[in-house]
Each structure stands twice: as C-alpha cells, then as structure tokens.
C-alpha cells in the first residue's frame, strides 16, 4: 500500500470552519443546470396536469370523489410534508445523490401510476411520487448553488431553471388534455424519459459536498408531523369546512408537532437546521417572501376561481381562460428576471401583486372579465419577478455545504403560505350569504401581506451585480 506522504496531502477543513467554493467547470454546471430544469419540469407538471385527467381515470378505474381527490392531494401531502427532511438530508448526502435518489424513484413511481390497476394502487404510487418530488426539489436548488459559484452567472441559472416550472405550470394542463384524449396513462410514461435524460445530466455534474453531521430524529419527525398536519388540514378543509372537527384537530396537531420541532432544534446538539442559518437577515426575508408570495400566487386562483363560477356563472373551461393571461406573462418574462438588481425587482414584484390583489378585492364584483384578467397579470408579474430573484438572493446567502436545508426551508414556507391561504380564505368563503364579502376580505388579506413583505424586502442588503 502506497502512503502519501503528509506534505503532499490536501489540507483537512475544521469543522465549522468557512469551506472555500468550489470551481466548477462549464460542462459540469450546463449539466447541473438541465438536470434541475428536468426535475423541476416533472415535479410541476405531475402538480397541476394530472387535475384534468382526473375524468378519464374515473371512467376507467372507477371510484368516488374523495378517491379521485387524494389522487391529487396525496401528491401536494408528501411534497409538503417532506420537504424540510429531504432539504436537510441532500446537504449530508450530497445534492447529487439526492437528486439522483429522487428521480430514480420518481421514474419508478411514475411507471406504477401508469400501470395502476386500481385506484387505491393509483393513489399509493401519487404518495410515492410526492415523496420523490420532495427529495428532488430542494437537492435541484443545490445543484445549481454547487455548479455556479459566480453569483451572477447563478441569477441567470436560477431564472433558466425556473422556466422549467413555469412551462409546466403553464402548458401542463394543455398537454395533460392532450394526452387524455389518447390514455390518461400517458401522463406518468411522460416521467420515463425525461427522468432518464435528467439522470445522464446529473451524472455528469462534480460530486456535491456533504455537510458531514449526525440526522437529527426528533426534528426530522416533528418537521414532517407538522406539515403533514397542516397540509392535510388546508385539503380536508375544502371539503369538511374550516370548522370541522378533523381539520380543527389537524391544525392542532400541527401546532403542537411545529412547538416540538421548535424546542428540539434548541436543544439538540446536531440540529436538522443550522443554529447560524436564520442569523442572516436574508435567509430570513427572502423565507418570508417565499411564503407571502405563496399566499398572493396560490390564494388568488383559489378566491377568483370559486367566485367566476358561483358568482358569474362561467364554466370551469371558461374561468380557465381568464388565467390564460396570467400564466403567459408569468412564462414568458420568467427568463429575463435575471437582467435586473435583484432588490429592486422583488420589492416592484411583491408591490405589483399587492396592488392587484387590492384593487380586485375592492372592485371585483363590478370589473368586466377582460379587466379581472388584467389584472390578474400583476399578479401574474410575481412569477418572474420575486420567485427566481429571491431564490437567487437565498443562494447567495448559504454556504454550498448549506443549500439543501436553505432550499428546503424556502420550499416549506412557500407551502405553508399556500396551504395557510387555501385554509383561511376557505373558512371565509364557506357561508354562501358572505361569500361576496368573504372573497373581498380573503384578496385584500393577500394583499396586505404582500405590501407589508415588499416593505421588508427592502432591508435585503444590496450587491453589485453584473448585468
């Protein structure tokens, strides 16, 4: 055995002593780049395509509604709830092998929904999915922190990679449709090749760094118990109302796991989150975005959606329509949020969807349907003008061996303020002799928020950036 000598070995970093970034060369980062555009691509599409196959899978497996439902929520429960654990185990495992982990099983669940006998089968592999889903996302946000040093080569990867999403979430009900008209079944084979190709991209990145301390149990299981409770407490509230005894006991259950994950990460000495993660004020403003943005992007389709058809009398294909202009804009200006002063334009962002959801929320009832839609594209502005630069500014403000827990702590707040709309605009909008009233209040909450968020955007600290 052949001993190197100590002269010629590289240098050990302490623990906990600052890692210097590592030089990833182009192919190495134009792989990790694709890989995660891949993965966010399937992730979004199998969210938002699979609502309109929901039909033809009824008519051929059968089942009642409540079944058919779980084929979609069972999805959003397990990303939900598992993406905090998964953010933390990506940065002791590596970002790659996650995101390889992940996909590996995405793929296999996508070809058990696609060969589902049944709708209980059907529903188990979405569960699956959802679990793979969570494994992916926070370990993509990591890939693309590891493969672009350079802070403002990785503004242009954050907004490339979000094109992955936001083609999904535009074009995914179009393409399941399509799809449907031939087999419903072809929507999950979709996963098989486009999770191959991203697993050849992915093999082609540089190993990930690990942070290299002990799981932390306690916190993993309180993390998850808390967010299974209130993911499932905002989708069982649509159906049982807010006030029923099973939601009112999940937002319980919620509140009391979420207290336990809060004490055990004081008190543990390895704990899931970072003690140094939330002293920066960035890491901190930039969750809240996450979760302010969530509450506007996600709790206006809910609000607007009940409203243009119980109050207006539109079709489901009709409301549809009126987001058409929200979803393209979002789509198309989604690349170009990198060629701006990332401050600047998460607070305009923030400001423009508080100005939307407020003038809706005031004058809703009287606009036309070409105005809703109108202004509905303020909204739809948040897309590409808070989403990529604030995950960008979150990127740069962690460490490489950090990227997973920060993208998975990112993700978990833009979920809690999408289920936490979902919840409380829900409860609002449950009396049909307020139901006027309740979708003013549920807009002009978002729009609150918003406001009060692009307010503290503005203590982000701000860089010099290349255009």
């Known amino acids: 055995m052949t001993v190197t000598p100590a002269a010629m070995r590289p240098p050990m970093t302490p623990v906990g002593a600052h890692m210097p970034e590592p030089v990833s060369d182009a192919r190495h980062a134009r792989s990790a780049l694709a890989a995660a555009l891949l993965g966010f691509f399937v992730i979004t599409l199998d969210a938002v395509a699979v609502n309109v196959t929901l039909p033809a899978i009824r008519a051929d497996l059968g089942g009642g509604v409540a079944g058919l439902q779980w084929v979609v929520d069972g999805y959003t429960l397990m990303f939900a709830a598992l993406l905090l654990t998964a953010g933390s185990v990506s940065d002791r495992v590596g970002a790659r092998r996650a995101f390889s982990a992940g996909m590996v099983v995405f793929v296999l669940a996508s070809i058990a929904c696609g060969l589902a006998p049944s709708l209980p089968v059907l529903v188990g592999s979405r569960f699956v999915q959802g679990a793979a889903a969570a494994s992916m996302m926070p370990a993509s946000m990591a890939l693309l922190r590891q493969g672009f040093p350079d802070p403002a080569a990785r503004a242009r990867a954050v907004a490339l990679w979000a094109m992955g999403g936001a083609v999904a979430s535009s074009a995914g009900p179009v393409l399941g449709g399509m799809l449907t008209m031939v087999d419903w079944r072809l929507i999950f084979f979709l996963n098989v090749p486009v999770g191959a190709l991203a697993l050849l991209l992915v093999a082609r990145t540089e190993v990930s760094p690990r942070r290299p301390v002990p799981l932390d149990p306690v916190g993993q299981l309180t993390g998850v118990v808390a967010m299974a409770a209130l993911t499932f407490a905002a989708i069982e509230s649509g159906a049982r109302g807010f006030g029923s005894p099973m939601v009112l006991g999940a937002f319980a259950l919620a509140a009391v796991a979420l207290t336990g994950f809060v004490v055990a990460q004081r008190r543990v000495a390895s704990p899931m989150l970072p003690r140094g993660l939330f002293a920066s004020p960035t890491v901190v403003i930039t969750v809240v975005t996450g979760f302010a943005f969530m509450v506007g992007y996600y709790g206006l389709p809910f609000v607007i959606s009940l409203y243009l058809q119980q109050h207006r009398g539109l079709s489901a294909w009709q ?111 449950t009396h049909p002799d307020t139901f006027a009233a309740g979708v003013r209040t549920s807009l002009l909450i978002a729009a609150a928020v918003l406001a009060a968020t692009a307010a503290l955007a503005l203590l982000v600290p701000s860089m010099k950036e290349n255009s």
Do not use: C, E, Y
């Open 319 to 429: 409301t549809g329509l009126v987001f058409v202009p929200m979803m393209l804009i979002g789509a198309a200006l989604t690349p170009f949020s990198a060629r701006f002063p990332r401050k600047p334009i998460i607070v305009t962002g923030l400001a423009l969807m508080a100005v939307g959801l407020a003038v809706l929320g005031v004058a809703a009832a009287s606009i036309p349907l070409w105005g809703l839609a109108g202004l509905m594209m303020l909204v739809g502005l948040g897309g590409p003008t808070v989403s990529p630069p604030a995950t960008a500014v979150l990127l740069d403000a962690v460490p490489a061996t950090q990227a997973g827990v920060a993208a998975g702590v990112f993700n978990t707040s833009r979920q809690v303020g999408g289920a936490l709309a979902v919840a409380v605009f829900g409860g609002l909008l």
